[in-house]
């Protein structure tokens, strides 16, 4: 505990084992300054890719990006979490995201283009199988990429109404319901073809979204409309100033607490690009882009005025501070963490 009783903030980085990750680390998060310490790692369940973490802190839960597929949770002990059970088979390969919804963690499956919903206990333990599984189907016109449905996250929108699924393959954003256990299909909503969705964000106004493209270096503004359930594009702006040199796939996106920023993260270019929003949200802006600090920024995480990377391919986790006027991130300091995949904070 810190001073005062107060619980020491933690992080919790996932990893690919697959590519020599220790799995899950657990890390402090330093009160002023924001540089991560290693504490402990977990291994024991095959490429933890992506973390989320329950709403009392006291529970972990991550996919195992694997052709089975599958979900495990954790209890939170301290310095270190401890797997309570045996991981969960999804019904779906691939688990790349997934995200707690009334009780229950759905988890978005790339390889088999579907989202799984995995009933929680009522001490943060799993089922032993799915509920439900909500098959996509579809394609775009990318002959290597876009063959199939790829489902690649899945969220609660911010009414909590709703579950939305972005799909890389078949270029679409879907809302979904789940009522007693089950995922249904309410609407399903065109991209450009040929972009690619990956990952997606909600302004804190409610609002808008930002869908950030990974087949095209851009970012899609939508308009969203909680009470219908619905999603609008508006507009799409590019991620960089200038055409990409080589290779350049966008992957993670977030947003400012106040709404007057967004980020995102590319690989290949290995930078992050800073937007100002304007119009409510309803506009982008980009501010410019800076080195993320290592190389292959799969993901990104906003934690106390700081901005952190999960750099794959250099195997660390870097950290920034944002300029409240601009936006723009400076880096602070980084940690190990080999094939370093997403950061979560608790």
Known sequence: MADGGRRRRRAFIGSFTAAGGPGIVTASVAEHGGALTVLSSVGGVLDPSYLALSSDGGTLYAVSETAEGAVAAYRVKGETVELTGLPVRVGGSGPTHLSLVDGHVLTANYGSGSVSAVPVRADGRLTRSPSSVLRHSGSGP??????????????PDPSGRWAVSVDLGTDSVRVCTLRDGQLRLHREIALRPGSGPRHLAFHPGGGHAYVVNELTPTITVCRWDPGAGS?????????????????????????????????????????????????GGERLRLVGTVPCGGHWPRALALSDGFLYVANERSGDVTWCAVDAETGMPERAGAVRVAAASCVVFG
């Open 142 to 155: 990318h002959e290597r990429r876009q063959r199939g449905p790829h489902a690649h996250q899945v969220q």
């Open 231 to 279: 999603l609008r594009p508006v507009s799409e702006t590019p991620v960089l100033a200038d055409a990409p040199a080589g290779d350049a796939h966008p992957s993670g996106v977030v947003v400012a607490p106040d709404g007057r920023f967004v980020w995102t993260a590319t690989r290949g270019e290995d930078v992050v690009s800073v937007f100002a929003t304007e119009a």
